[in-house]
């Protein structure tokens, strides 16, 4: 017997069972949303979806940002933005809350001037030093120009062998215009949860 689920942020929103394609149809056009509720330009990436929702925001670290324009900004849907301190570069380090699988990221920069260029990621490392930058190989470099930010595209990753990811830190070491200060507006990343056992409902089931 077919059965459909609908699933939004997590949670089961909805359940069809049995051949119903008109009840099918009825049930994709009343979940599927408005393109304004995916966020800054569009997320739309077959098997995939904003991942945001499973970052652990109180754990996201930043080094050389600024006190006030810091890094719980660029999670924010707001005017609100991330900026550099001392000089352009930023090393933000973020923990998901379960494992995941990264498909790409999205970057929205406030201005091109200070919009990020060189972007070093390393996968399942977390709380990264400047120094340990040089002699930590990472999972992959992103070289990004004025024409990336134009197309409003999202940058894919190359994750392959990182089927279960729970935490990565982007190293930003220059910006486009080679301003004194680098500016994020917003950061997403594109991908999906990896199964896994959910503890709280196996207890119950044993109870």
């Not at 393109?35 to 995939?48: I, K």
């Not at 970052?55 to 005017?79: A, G, S, Y």
Request: glycine fraction near 6%; include cysteine.
């Amino acid at each position: 017997m077919p059965t459909f689920k609908f699933y939004k942020n997590g949670n089961e929103i909805a359940k069809l069972t049995g051949a119903n394609p008109g009840g099918l149809k009825n049930l994709i056009e009343q979940h599927a949303g408005t393109p304004e509720e995916g966020g800054s330009g569009s997320l739309n990436v077959q098997g995939h979806t904003d991942i945001n929702e499973f970052i652990t925001l109180k754990q996201v670290d930043c080094l050389n940002q600024q006190e006030k324009n810091n890094v719980r900004n660029i999670f924010d849907k707001n005017d609100m933005y991330l900026e550099s301190d001392v000089d352009e570069q930023l090393l933000i380090s973020i923990p998901f809350n379960q494992a995941v699988k990264i498909h790409s990221i999205k970057l929205v920069p406030r201005d091109m001037e200070h919009a990020p260029k060189t972007i070093k990621i390393y996968a399942n490392r977390l709380n990264i030093g400047f120094d340990e930058t040089d002699s930590i190989e990472e999972t992959q470099s992103i070289n990004l120009t004025k024409t990336d930010y134009e197309k409003n595209d999202i940058i894919p990753l190359r994750f392959v062998k990182f089927q279960s990811i729970t935490n990565i830190a982007l190293f930003v070491m220059d910006n486009l215009e080679d301003e004194e200060t680098t500016i994020i507006k917003e950061l997403r990343f594109i991908g999906s949860p990896v199964e896994t056992t959910n503890m709280e409902q196996l207890k119950k089931i044993e109870q």
